[in-house]
């Protein structure tokens, strides 16, 4: 199977009530890893790519080229769509000529007007290419790839206006943020996201900064709309706890335990397990 466009996938999640996990990847272990668990786990899945890992990982046309061949190679049956995250309006354009199945523009640093032509613009493109695209209302909170937001709330009527542009999902800030999560976080506004629902008439709605809600709000999100699920940080943190355990208990110091495939491996069965357990908890285990 060819990877695919996002928007059936997501489509599907939506009308049955439950979102696609959208993992974002950062080497060759991440890519492994996450398609082993979405196999696994028969579910849809998103690869999603920033600009700062593309660039770490040798560019766009690398990570379209790396992602195809492990996932023929690995024999992935399940969709599989490889999206930009949170890319530029520039990087969107380039992701789709590198052949990209789904591309995030994020305007939402820019004034309204400026987004939504943009947005306009990338919409254009990509769907005369095939590509599923995702844009951004309202910021979500953290640093991502130098863009910084407090996690405003977005606006419902700003979220139409986007949504009519033809999008295929949206994403909106509802007080959530990137990386890990303040003791003192006040939790996801439902209130906006039920307001946005409703504006948006039925569109798709995307959550970012997945890692670490807990299981009763991102069920409670998908119920009012949510259909897509960004998770990033929580992957990372438990590749570092498993890689930190196997060198601290002398793992690589034995039986050539230093070469990396053996010193990698631990981090990224963490992760294909991390994998598999929030695809039950979304709901997209077993809908592939």
């Known amino acids: 199977m060819v990877m695919v466009s996002a928007t059936e996938m997501i489509n599907k ?35 999603g790519v920033s600009e700062g890992a593309a660039k770490y990982m040798c560019g ?51 004034d309204f007007e400026e987004n939504f ?17 995702e844009c951004e209302v309202g910021g979500i909170g953290g640093s991502e790839d130098g863009i910084t937001s407090n996690g ?36 996801l506004s439902f209130d906006r996201l039920g307001e946005i629902n409703d504006a948006v008439n039925g569109k798709p709605l ?25 998770v990033n940080t929580e992957l990372q943190l438990v590749f570092a706890e498993a890689t930190r355990k196997y060198i601290e208990e002398g793992k690589d110091q034995v039986k050539k335990g230093y070469d990396p495939r053996k010193l990698l491996k631990p981090g990224a069965d963490a992760i294909t397990a991390k994998v598999v357990e929030m695809m039950k908890a979304f709901g997209s285990y077993g809908k592939a």
Not at 16 to 23: K, L, R
Not at 64 to 89: E, F, R
């Open 13 to 47: 999640a939506h009308e049955g009530h439950y979102a696609i996990g959208a993992f974002n990847i950062n080497n060759l272990e991440w890519t492994k890893a996450i398609l082993a668990a979405a196999q696994e786990a028969n579910s849809p899945v998103m690869l």
């Open 60 to 110: 766009f046309q690398q990570v379209v080229d790396m992602v195809k061949n492990v996932h023929d190679s690995m024999g992935i049956t399940v969709p599989v769509a490889l999206h930009l995250d949170h890319g530029s309006y520039e990087g969107a354009k380039a992701c789709i000529e590198a052949g990209f199945t789904s591309v995030m523009f994020d305007g939402s640093h820019y």
């Open 117 to 133: 032509e943009k947005s306009k613009e990338i919409v254009a493109l990509a769907h005369s290419k095939g590509v599923s695209v």
């Open 152 to 187: 405003e709330l977005a606006d419902p009527q700003e979220c139409k206006k986007i949504a009519d542009l033809g999008i295929d999902f949206l994403a909106a800030g509802i007080g959530n943020i990137h990386g890990v999560y303040p003791a003192d976080w006040k939790g």
């Open 206 to 230: 995307v959550l970012h900064g997945g890692s670490g809600i807990p299981f009763e709000q991102t069920s409670k999100a998908i119920d009012l709309g949510v259909s897509k699920i960004n």
